[in-house]
């Protein structure tokens, strides 16, 4: 049950004004800070210690005498033993406290548990809450089912492994790092029954994961991840921005794909097969004639959630597409919150978002904007949740 949404209104309201803007500390944290920065807001980053120094030290505010921020973007650090501890009662009192709008990003909701950011996480979220499930694959209610209840095109599902019979992803997540992906690709169920072996001996998978695994028909294709943003703020019809376009880098897959074809089959055992670990992003554009349909998608998903789990998507969504020699766009991810690469906006924005608000637009400075423009209307209730 997820807390109820007057709650963490009530809470919101009575925080000073300005808030703090805050986000735990991996994933996009550092165009969250920078976004708030640029519109005036204090931040947080709640880090794990061995991994808070980027932010402390490298990337920390330094004000002038006036306020004014002159270096870096991280006003705070609170480091915590593990990321999960930041979700403590003790946490969460020392958070509203402070006056804290936490930013949800993926980091958020795979080190702190989805029962507790639902049930007891007493500290309001600018964003959708109550979508934070649908990206878990093994949820009956995940953003597959939201798809296909918008009429979203997604690759077609393939039962069981005996049934692959053309090249299919499986996608499970990784073994250990559960943030990470376990996927690998298989055109056979023979392939599938070699690799699933190899990758489960050499601990990549686990075989409970593998049971549970997804298979679906492998786009050939480019990746585009969209990178939306919807206010509930103003008139329905302008609510759907488009602020960028990001591609993943992926270790171990990019570094195979750039060997030549005659290294990579001298290449053995379970390092022939690549990991699809996200370890950077890079910046795209897209045909404009594409654009249309993609725009049609996110009013889709728009209208989906607003309809199946009110109060529907608020602020920052991404949705992740292979688009074929056809041109047709099938998406295969959702991030129900801000994407894992919109840093690549950071300081200087994407030619979409600039485009639109004719000066440079990032994702979190978009998300900071909402925030200043709630409070300056009276109207932060409608964006936290």
């Not at 490298?58 to 005498?65: P, S, V």
């Not at 997604?154 to 049934?163: A, H």
């Not at 910046?283 to 728009?302: A, K, M, N, P, Q």
Request: charged residues 25%; hydrophobic residues 40%.
């Amino acid at each position: 049950m997820v807390l109820p949404r007057s709650e963490l209104q009530s809470l919101a309201h009575a925080y000073p004004n300005p808030p703090v803007i805050g986000a735990i500390g991996s994933h996009s944290a550092l165009d969250i800070a920078d976004g708030a920065v640029e519109e005036g807001f204090r931040t947080l980053v709640l880090a794990q210690k061995g991994r808070d120094r980027t932010y402390s030290v490298y990337y920390r505010a330094h004000r002038d005498a006036a306020g004014h921020v002159t270096r870096g973007c991280v006003d705070e650090v609170w480091s915590f033993p593990k990321f999960a501890d930041a979700a403590t009662p003790e946490s969460q009192a020392r958070l509203r406290d402070h006056g804290v709008l936490l930013v949800p990003n993926r980091a958020l909701s795979s080190y702190v548990s989805l029962d507790v950011l639902e049930d007891s996480f007493r500290v309001p979220l600018v964003g959708s809450r109550n979508l934070l499930r649908i990206e878990e694959r093994t949820e009956r209610d995940n953003y597959y089912a939201l798809l296909a209840a918008a009429g979203i095109p997604t690759p077609q599902r393939i039962p069981s492994p005996p049934e692959i019979e053309s090249l299919a992803m499986v996608k499970l997540p990784h073994a250990t790092r559960r943030l990470e992906r376990g996927f690998f690709t298989a055109a056979s169920f023979e392939e599938y029954q070699r690799k699933s072996d190899s990758l489960i001996a050499a601990g990549t998978i686990a075989a409970a994961d593998l049971e549970q695994a997804r298979i679906e028909q492998y786009v050939l294709g480019p990746v585009f991840n969209f990178n939306f943003f919807f206010s509930p703020l103003v008139p329905r019809e302008d609510g759907l921005e488009l602020l960028g376009v990001d591609e993943r880098r992926e270790s171990s897959l990019d570094g195979l794909v750039r060997l030549p074809a005659a290294q990579q089959l001298e290449i053995r055992g379970s390092h022939a097969i690549p990991h699809y670990t996200v370890v950077g992003h890079g910046t795209l554009t897209v045909r404009e004639s594409l654009l249309e349909e993609i725009f049609d998608y996110g009013e889709r998903f728009v209208e989906v959630t607003r309809s199946r789990a009110p109060p529907g998507i608020l602020g920052p969504f991404t949705l992740q597409t292979c688009i074929d020699r056809d041109g047709k766009a099938f998406v295969f991810d959702v991030a129900a919150r801000i994407g894992g690469g919109t840093n690549i906006h950071l300081s200087l924005g994407h030619p979409y978002g600039n485009a639109l608000w004719r000066g440079p637009m990032s994702s979190g400075r978009r998300i900071a904007i909402e925030i200043r423009t709630a409070l300056a209307e009276g109207r932060l209730a409608e964006v936290v949740t």
